[in-house]
Every structure is written in C-alpha cells, then in structure tokens.
T-cell receptor
Framework: GNSVTQMEGPVTLSEEAFLTINCTYT??????LFWYVQYPGEGLQLLLK?????DKGSNKGFEATYRKETTSFHLEKGSVQVSDSAVYFC???????????FGSGTRLLVRP | DAGVIQSPRHEVTEMGQEVTLRCKPI?????LFWYRQTMMRGLELLIY????????DSGMPEDRFSAKMPNASFSTLKIQPSEPRDSAVYFC????????????FGDGTRLSIL
C-alpha cells in the first residue's frame, strides 16, 4: 500500500542554517506530493505541493522537488528563521480515493 | 475567504458524556475529512465524505464514534459514551474532488475527557 516515511525529529538548528527534512514515499501510480506545516495550537497548513515528476514546489523560501527515480520529496530551505519552528508533515494523495497519506511529522526547532 | 470552521475549540467533559464536534467546510468543497491527532499515534484519518456520503469509515475506532454530513456545509463527529482515551485534538479538513487538490484544515477541537 501507499506510505510516507519522514526523518525522525526533532531537528534543531541555529537561525540562518540550511534545512533539509527527508521524505520518501511508496505508491502505486503517480501521486501528488505535499508538505504541510503545523504551528503550535493550530491545524495543518499547506506549505507546498508538486503534482508530477520533476515538479518543484516552493513557498516562503521552502522548496521540494518530486523525484520519481528516488521516490523522494525532500524539504529544503536555505536560511531558517526562529518563526519556522513547527512540525512538518510530508503527504501523498491517493488519487483513487482522495485520501492523504501522511508521514509521522518532523519537529523543527530553530534557535536564535 | 473563510476557511474550515470547527467548534468548539476546546471541550472538557467527564467520561460517559456525549460529545459532539462540529465542522463547516469551505464553500464549494465536496470532500470532508475527520482526523484525530495524539502524541502516541500521530495523525489518524477517522472518516471521509464525498458529496455528503461516507466513503471510508475504516479509521473510526469503535461504535462509540459516529459521523454525519446532513448537507454540504455541515458535519458532526459524535462520541457516545466518551472515555479518557478519546482525549485528543480532532481536525476537520475539506477539499475539492481531486487527488491533485490539497486538503484545508480547521484549527481543531482539543478534547479532554476526565
């Protein structure tokens, strides 16, 4: 079945450091891929998405490229800020059922 | 534009009581999802509706849980009787009818069963 695997957290970085959060997936067919972010006390918010191989999603300085050959969708940001501290979820869509399959989430803590 | 609206934001009640959580999806969205989030189990899909019809309720923990969607603009998740292990944050999300479209989440209901 479809599944998403994310790197274990927490990830602790200093402000302005480079961020990578790894995400790999297993899926039949050609899913769409998403990154969501959850700030404390809030719901999940869509951060970026990619709908086909080699697409790059980007938003607020974050980027992720849909890599079909490595079944990966790693999240990157060149210079993190304290305000980026949150939990990040990688997800894929099951096109036949419209369900999202979520990874377990990675907590990011950025220190000043 | 209004997002997904959930109520109440917080609910504290004693075990054995009935709990009803409410959700108003984004206008025009025709898929609605109920999730539960806990530290131990992470984010779990409980049930989802398409065009007001329940499509997959395999995530509903047991018969104490039930969900309805009487029309396109309203859904409820009910727990009766509630138990302490039901304590969690419950999220509602909605989307257009397509696997390419993202789900939009509400801010959740934090439920505590004493």
């Amino acid at each position: 079945g479809n599944s998403v695997t994310q790197m274990e957290g927490p990830v602790t970085l200093s402000e302005e450091a480079f961020l990578t959060i790894n995400c790999t997936y297993t899926a039949t067919g050609y899913p769409s891929l998403f990154w969501y972010v959850q700030y404390p006390g809030e719901g999940l918010q869509l951060l970026l998405k990619a709908t086909k191989a080699d697409d790059k999603g980007s938003n607020k300085g974050f980027e992720a490229t849909y890599r079909k050959e490595t079944t990966s969708f790693h999240l990157e940001k060149g210079s993190v800020q304290v305000s980026d501290s949150a939990v990040y979820f990688c997800a894929l869509s099951d096109r036949s059922s419209y369900k999202l399959i979520f990874g377990s989430g990675t907590r990011l803590l950025v220190r000043p | 534009d209004a997002g997904v609206i959930q109520s109440p934001r917080h609910e504290v009640t004693e075990m054995g009581q009935e709990v009803t959580l409410r959700c108003k999806p984004i206008s025009g969205h025709n898929s609605l999802f109920w999730y539960r989030q806990t530290m131990m189990r992470g984010l779990e899909l409980l049930i989802y509706f398409n065009n007001n019809v329940p499509i997959d309720d395999s995530g509903m923990p047991e018969d104490r849980f039930s969900a309805k969607m009487p029309n396109a603009s309203f859904s409820t998740l009910k727990i009766q009787p509630s138990e302490p292990r039901d304590s969690a944050v419950y999220f509602c999300a909605s989307s257009f009818d397509s696997g390419d479209q993202p789900q939009h989440f509400g801010d959740g209901t934090r439920l505590s069963i004493l």
